[in-house]
């Protein structure tokens, strides 16, 4: 495919039950995910095997990482290294793009793969 393109602001699906997330893309090099929350929906605290990157497109949220809280508004974008715990807390209807590199998943699937030719 030699392009693809997205409306990120009519893509967000927002749900009752918890933040909507739509993966966009994935590829071996990065996998990008859009969120919709409603107010007061919320990431708990987990850590993932990859750097990432965490846009606010539309809304305020608050990004946790180490214990340390950052205000985010529309435009801003946080970067955080690669096994940091962090959480996310929207405070109002919100839309945020994450960009993980490298893809965890497929990070996840060469080390199995690896563990296999071991074996």
Known sequence: MLMQYSDLQTKAVFREDGPGVT???ETDAARVVLFGFRAG???????VPCQ??????R????????GIPVELREGMLLELEANAR??????????????????????????QSDAKEER
Do not use: C, D, Y
Not at 52 to 57: A, S
Not at 59 to 66: D, M, P, S
């Open 23 to 25: 993966v966009l893309s």
């Open 41 to 47: 929906q919320q990431l708990p605290e987990h850590q």
């Open 52 to 57: 990432i990157m965490f846009q606010v497109l």
């Open 59 to 66: 809304g305020n949220l608050t990004f946790t990482a180490a």
């Open 86 to 111: 962090h959480s996310v807390v929207a405070h109002s209807e919100s839309v945020a793009l994450l960009t993980q590199t490298p893809n965890p998943l497929a990070q996840r699937q060469t080390i």
